[in-house]
């Protein structure tokens, strides 16, 4: 699904290693967000995990990667090889449970050497280690048996924290500060390029450090339950995510103060038939009167 009036202007690329991978990398001009993954920790038939990802005039990033985004990223036409990154909001297993998978398809699917670059919060090494640690025997029996494989995963592991600022393919990426308590550290990232930038928030309730880093922003993606349905569930496990996650209208307030451009809500809590979706725009409404996009998994949005 495409968000009404956005469109795909698209051209093939072809450049230096990509073109012997399984499909050749898109080029897309402006800004395009595309929600990869909108489910939550509980399996879904129809969602796959926390995913997002952002082309920006030749830079392909992707944030988290939650279960099935290997499949996701196959739909959206972009090989895992040709990122210039994976960027990790934080390290909740539903928002790594495919860590491995992007590791060994990053590698396997590219000709020869290829750094995969990972950003994260505090402890993300020790987690990316461990997930490498327990490839080895994979790594091995890959490399036994295709002659050709001579180089092994080259994955750099860099730990960021609020208010750095780094380069990344074309793009200016500014980290910060969220708030998921008992969580910590997390962060939200905000990309920056040719006059367009989106805001990648995670998992967070409202605080002033994030309203800093969307201030103004193109766009803000953020993690959303609806927290008049999730009150009704007589189950405390459910009942705990309240004070940790945006409701759908603490949400729209930051874009407000923030005065961003558009809002697209993802990570959708509890689980929501696609029909049901309108009623999140319609508990936004009155809040922010700014576009706001959600809707299954593969739904974009282009910044104009």
Not at 66 to 75: D, P, Q, S, Y
Not at 167 to 187: L, M, S
Request: glycine share 8%.
């Amino acid at each position: 699904p495409v968000h009404p009036g956005v469109t795909a202007r698209l051209r093939h690329e072809r450049s230096g290693a990509q073109t012997d991978i399984c499909w050749a990398a898109r080029y897309v001009e402006g800004m395009k967000i595309t929600l990869l993954g909108t489910g939550s920790p509980l399996p879904d038939p129809n969602r796959a995990g926390p995913a997002t990802l952002v082309q920006a005039e030749g830079t392909t990033l992707l944030f988290d990667c939650g279960r099935g985004v290997l499949m996701r990223l196959a739909a959206a036409m972009v090989p895992v090889a040709s990122l210039n990154a994976l960027l990790l909001t934080h390290l909740h297993s539903d928002h790594i449970t495919d860590l491995n998978d992007v590791i060994t398809s990053h590698w396997i699917m590219s000709p020869g050497p290829n750094r995969l670059t990972i950003y994260g919060p505090p402890t993300t090494k020790a987690v990316v280690d461990a997930t490498i640690a327990a490839l080895e025997h994979d790594i091995k029996y890959r490399q036994d048996h295709h002659n050709d494989l001579t180089f092994r995963p080259d994955v750099v592991v860099v730990e960021v924290v609020p208010g750095q600022t780094f380069g990344c393919g074309g793009a200016t990426i500014t980290v910060g500060r969220t708030d998921h308590r008992p969580v910590e550290p997390t962060v939200g990232y905000r990309v920056d390029q040719g006059g367009r930038s989106v805001v990648i928030a995670g998992d967070t309730i409202p605080c002033a450090e994030l309203d800093a880093l969307c201030a103004g922003a193109s766009a803000y993606v953020q993690t959303a339950i609806r927290a008049d349905i999730v009150k009704q569930i007589p189950n405390a496990r459910i009942q705990d995510i309240l004070d940790y996650h945006s409701s759908v209208e603490q949400a729209a307030d930051t874009a407000a103060r923030a005065g961003v451009g558009a809002l697209v809500l993802t990570h959708y809590v509890p689980p929501v038939p696609t029909p049901m979706l309108e009623r999140w725009k319609e508990l936004v409404a009155p809040i922010y009167g700014g576009p706001v996009i959600l809707g299954d998994d593969m739904t974009t949005y282009e910044i104009p």
